[in-house]
């Protein structure tokens, strides 16, 4: 199969709102991200992943005809262009289900009421979402970008597609096998420090049974993901929420997000035993809960100097 020619073109009518960015909003690793481009004007999202067949280029564009929620069009480049493409709908969010959601809060109520279209979608693919997860562990977010794109950009394949229509320097994510073959002095220049480094390493070596996970999904699924060594709860749960769209998988751990769900639902501060038991009444869609705070726009007010990043590359 050549995979420079366009393998699958896809016309799908939602059946529900559907906010197309707002759903795909959380595969996009920064403003830099070789895996992810957005046009211009909005209208075509650029995404490159790894699927079984091997890589793909994915164009996702909106129509407002063909149907109450109009119609999205999907073409796709590379070996994995069809497995990419036939999961369109679940990575739109068409296997979640948001329906026995029930808002506990006036923000969160508020945001679930204006934001219909705001649904969890699923890539299907562990792998592409647990190396970035396992880059963003206990570091700035501007840290681990800039060392996703690093690694991307110098050992991810070229993203597949006839030149001139894929978006110059888009790269497919470093596959387990090329992950293994980086030298150590090159994890230090993408300032990755040794425990990351291991983790993913660790993660590399066993990939192939970790993408049961996602088939797995929910708790048992994160259990699988936390067997390897220097994955814990955290990155789990950054895996779990991409790639089997996981209503309940909260981020617990994370820097920001106790402070920010406490200050939007309670007006202070709360680390992680508080924001466990002020989102107990949204189990088993937590993570949903966490979703509608996001998207209300909310932030909590800053009282400090925000944290400095460190670059490992000098150390």
């Keep these: ?46 995404r490159v992943s790894t699927t079984p067949a091997g890589p793909a280029t994915v164009a996702i564009r909106r ?33 979640d289900d948001p329906a026995a959601f029930v808002a506990h809060h006036p923000l969160v109520a508020d945001a679930h009421r204006r934001r219909p279209g705001l649904r969890l979608g699923s890539t299907g693919r562990v792998w592409d979402a647990l190396l970035p997860a396992v880059l963003e562990q206990k570091v700035t977010g501007t840290e681990a970008r800039r060392s996703f794109r690093e690694l991307a950009r ?16 888009m790269r497919v994510p470093p596959t387990p096998e090329q992950v293994r073959a980086i030298p150590e002095w090159e994890w230090h220049r993408a300032g990755v420090d040794h425990a990351r480094r291991t ?22 699924g994160r259990v699988l993901l936390r067997r390897v060594r220097g994955i814990g709860v955290w990155t789990a749960a950054e895996t779990a929420q991409r790639a089997w769209g996981d209503p309940d998988a909260v981020s617990f751990g994370d820097f920001h997000v106790p402070n920010t769900d406490g200050w939007a639902l309670l007006g202070h501060d709360l680390d992680d035993a508080g924001m466990l038991e002020v ?37």
């Design 199 to 220: 983790a993913i390493l660790h993660a590399a070596v066993v990939a192939h049974r970790l993408e049961r996970a996602a088939e797995l999904g929910g708790e048992q």
């Design 154 to 169: 110098r050992f991810g394949d070229p993203a597949p597609g006839p030149a001139g229509v894929v978006p110059a320097g």
């Design 279 to 315: 989102l107990a009444p949204y189990v088993p869609q937590r993570q949903r809960a966490v979703r509608y705070i996001e998207a209300s726009g909310f932030r909590r007010p800053r009282f400090g100097p925000r944290f400095s990043p460190r670059d490992y590359r000098s150390f």
């Design 63 to 95: 129509r407002a005809d063909g149907g109450p929620y109009g119609t999205v069009r999907a073409s796709g480049w590379g070996p994995g262009a069809a497995w990419e493409i036939d999961r369109l709908p679940s990575l739109l969010g068409a296997d």
């Design 1 to 46: 199969m050549d995979a420079v020619a366009v393998v699958v073109d896809r016309e799908w009518r939602p059946p529900f709102p559907l906010d197309l960015h707002g759903v795909l909003a959380p595969l996009r690793r920064g403003r830099g991200d070789p895996t992810w481009r957005t046009a211009v004007d909005g209208a075509v999202i650029w």
